[in-house]
């Protein structure tokens, strides 16, 4: 089941997109009364709802699809250098980066409103002269997480999306915290839905990929995460509560432009189009302003 944010006759609400993925089906419809995915998720308790067949929907064509949580209530929390490839890349192209640690890097991202699927990304040029994608699995908590096991860590995902965690790579490295770079407004695309978790599982195997101008930039698979979903809800919630609606970025793979040789480094300019790509969930495009 597909969860959608979405724009029709000027207001926001949440709603199922249909099986042929040809209409969204209002929350209302489904007996929710839930005017944002945010309440949706509190509303189903980490269940899913009955869609029957004679369901009333809006064709897709009638409505603007946003980012599926538009505004977060917490910033995102992200785990850093989380594939194995990426962290040599990392590594290479900064000693900032110590590949040795041996623990999850966890860090935060905040974030004023989530870039819709095909809308524009501010590039603040103005501050950022190393404009930088990376493409990543979104994990959406379905409902409070506190002292969870990683064998019960399903049990409280309610779903996942595509996030591009955009990074001013210059500012990131320079405060030493990434959190300055990582947070510019607009630098969290995320879209264009949330996959029902029962569809893939805790550890799903998810083809990812990257293209910048059709050119691919990043091509791996979800199963190559060096410290999988279950494993971090598990350390996070024995010290954090999890609170349903948290969204968490699981790591990028190789391929982006901090990792190139800097003769070649690719960063991200005016006009630059930006494809995340993860099987099962879609695509979430958009333009460099
Ligand atoms: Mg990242």
């Given amino acids: 089941m597909k969860f959608v944010t979405y724009k029709y006759?000027?207001?926001?609400?949440?709603?199922?997109?249909?099986?042929?993925?040809?209409?969204?089906?209002?929350?209302a419809e489904l007996?929710?009364?839930?005017?944002?995915?945010?309440?949706?998720?509190?509303?189903?308790?980490?269940?899913?709802?009955a869609v029957s067949d004679n369901t009333k929907a809006i064709a897709l064509a009638d409505v603007k699809i946003e980012a599926p949580i538009p505004e977060p209530r917490q910033d995102v929390i992200c785990l850093g250098l989380n594939y194995r490839d990426h962290v040599e890349e990392a590594t290479r192209a900064d000693a900032v980066f110590d590949v040795q640690r041996g623990d999850a890097v966890y860090f935060s991202k905040r974030l004023q409103r989530a870039v819709a699927p095909g809308d524009k990304i501010d590039g603040h040029f103005d501050i950022c002269d190393s404009l930088d994608y990376e493409v990543e699995l979104g994990v959406i908590i379905g409902r409070d997480a506190k002292n969870v096991k990683a064998a019960d860590a399903g049990k409280y995902?309610?779903?996942?999306?595509?996030?591009?965690?955009?990074?001013?790579?210059?500012?990131?490295t320079r405060h030493k915290q990434w959190y300055f770079g990582k947070s510019l407004d607009d630098f969290t695309p995320m879209g264009p839905c949330i996959l029902s978790a029962d569809t893939v599982g805790a550890m799903p195997e998810l083809n990812i990929r990257c293209y910048v101008n059709g050119e691919k930039r990043q091509d791996s698979n979800t199963r190559m995460?060096?410290?999988?979903?279950?494993?971090i809800i598990e350390e996070l919630s024995a010290g954090m509560t999890l609170k349903a609606g948290t969204v968490i970025a699981t790591g990028t793979p190789?391929?982006?432009?901090?990792?190139?040789?800097?003769?070649?480094?690719?960063?991200?300019?005016?006009?630059?189009?930006?494809?995340?790509?993860?099987?099962?969930?879609g695509v979430l495009e958009n333009t460099i302003a």
């Fill in 9 to 27: 006759k000027g207001a926001e609400h949440a709603g199922v997109l249909t099986a042929d993925e040809s209409a969204v089906i209002p929350a």
């Fill in 31 to 49: 007996g929710l009364k839930a005017e944002s995915m945010l309440e949706l998720i509190d509303k189903l308790g980490g269940k899913l709802p």
């Fill in 254 to 281: 190789s391929g982006v432009a901090l990792g190139m040789d800097p003769s070649v480094q690719k960063y991200l300019v005016s006009g630059d189009v930006v494809r995340c790509e993860i099987d099962e969930i």
């Fill in 225 to 231: 995460m060096i410290f999988d979903i279950p494993y």
């Fill in 157 to 172: 995902i309610f779903g996942y999306t595509i996030i591009n965690d955009v990074s001013a790579r210059n500012l990131q």
